[in-house]
């Protein structure tokens, strides 16, 4: 029996899903929980698999084109049964969609309830198989046999042990050699122009604006708009913090900690000392959490999104480093599980590498404040009545008044400035 194939829920945020890629065409044959799309959703990219078997009969929706939630993208049937009534409720397009509840990454949600699929049971060698087939998805199966990956050398994430497309990316990732940082690219050679010309106004060309891009400016708007902002800025001395992250990376190589590291640690340590700012507003009550789980801003190309370090004040500095790289590559390809990306108490948002002196960052709801991190540079200051040559780095936090005075704010900032300008406190308290 036809069904619909409608856009699931993917992410706890997610309000409507962007057809990346159809990995079916019509008339293909479709099995139960075989992969039919990528779909981008507003903060990563996932497979969507099928919950009935047969061919794809009608493809509704072209790749790059957004629904919302419910709304009907492909048609799965038998190959000659009449689809003439799914097609003009598809072609309707309901005002109101029903919007189902949230689905697992590689799940597809179906009008008709699938049938039960063969339980995979393990190979000799471990693999997860249906019958005499390991379980890959075609994408993954293509993107291995393009890189030469060895699928018998791979443990699959996805369902029942599938190898799905997000187990490939990682063991190209893993072999890949490192990118030579970017240059300036060549000014174009241009002809001067000609006295008295006359240029008609620049060719443009209009993209279809990503998820992510598309749930950054809604959540923007929604942000400085209701929430009543204040700012409290800080110079804080940076020479012993970056003395001892040299020192640090010095005695142990394969830590590779980062100013940023340093700086997510003192933020959780500062919350410690002020959990009234380690809060979120709640409409009619204001939420006071019992750990530090800061979000850290990540620039992707599609936009920005903040994968969580949780608990980071009940972690070492020799944590923390690694998993916010780790996080950092998988939010680049656009590979983080929505609950690594959801539910900050506080976040940081550092744009120093950038050579950035000061900024104001923007509060991501519902969290209490984020802290802007500007450059270390060195700077002349006066220090025992003598001008000496210091590394300074400016911070700006960014303040919901409904749920942080200005006094208790400026506190957060001054224990925050106190612990980088005394970093062994980090070693001397641990949380």
Not at 199 to 206: E, Q, T, W
Request: aromatic share 4%; hydrophobic share 40%; glycine share 6%.
């Amino acid at each position: 029996m036809a069904s619909q194939v409608i856009m699931p829920k993917l992410s706890p945020t997610m309000e409507e899903g962007q057809v990346s890629r159809w990995l079916k065409k019509e008339g293909d044959k479709v099995s139960m929980g075989e992969p039919l799309a990528e779909i981008d959703t507003d903060k990563a990219t996932m497979e969507m698999q099928a919950l009935s078997a047969g061919v794809l009969r009608k493809i509704l929706i072209n790749e790059g084109e957004s629904v919302p939630l419910g709304q009907p993208i492909a048609i799965i049937g038998e190959p000659n049964e009449d689809i003439s009534e799914l097609l003009s409720q598809a072609k309707a397009k309901p005002q109101s969609a029903p919007k189902p509840e949230a689905a697992k990454p590689s799940e597809v949600t179906s009008v008709e309830p699938p049938q039960q699929a063969p339980a995979p049971v393990p190979s000799p060698d471990g693999k997860r198989v249906v019958g005499d087939r390991m379980l890959v998805s075609p994408i993954a199966a293509r993107m291995a046999a393009e890189a030469g990956i060895n699928l018998k050398s791979l443990q699959g994430s996805g369902p029942g042990g599938r190898i799905i497309k997000r187990d490939i990316e990682d063991a190209m990732s893993a072999k890949a050699p490192a990118k030579a940082p970017s240059a300036l690219r060549p000014m174009p050679v241009a002809r001067p122009a000609m006295k008295g010309e006359v240029f008609a106004p620049s060719a443009y060309r209009d993209e279809p604006m990503s998820e992510m891009r598309r749930t950054i400016a809604r959540r923007l708007v929604t942000s400085l708009g209701p929430v009543p902002h204040f700012f409290l800025t800080s110079e804080i001395d940076m020479e012993r913090a970056a003395d001892m992250r040299r020192s640090l990376n010095e005695l142990y190589p394969d830590a590779k900690i980062s100013v940023n590291d340093v700086i997510i640690k003192v933020t959780a340590a500062a919350l410690t000392q002020h959990p009234q700012v380690n809060a979120s507003f709640q409409d009619k009550t204001v939420r006071y959490y019992e750990h530090a789980d800061i979000g850290v801003a990540v620039a992707t190309e599609n936009g920005l999104i903040t994968p969580v370090v949780r608990a980071a004040d009940m972690k070492s500095l020799f944590d923390i480093a690694p998993e916010v790289r780790e996080l950092a590559e998988r939010a680049r390809a656009r590979r983080l599980k929505p609950e690594e990306y959801t539910g900050a108490s506080f976040s940081i948002s550092n744009l120093g590498m950038f050579g950035i002196d000061e900024f104001t960052a923007v509060i991501n709801p519902p969290e209490g404040a984020i802290l802007a991190i500007g450059a270390m540079t060195p700077k002349p200051v006066v220090k025992d009545g003598q001008v000496v040559i210091r590394q300074m780095m400016r911070v700006t936090m960014s303040c919901d008044h409904r749920v942080i005075d200005g006094a208790t704010g400026a506190q957060f900032l001054r224990t925050f400035k106190q612990i980088l300008e005394n970093p062994l406190y980090l070693f001397l308290n641990q949380s």
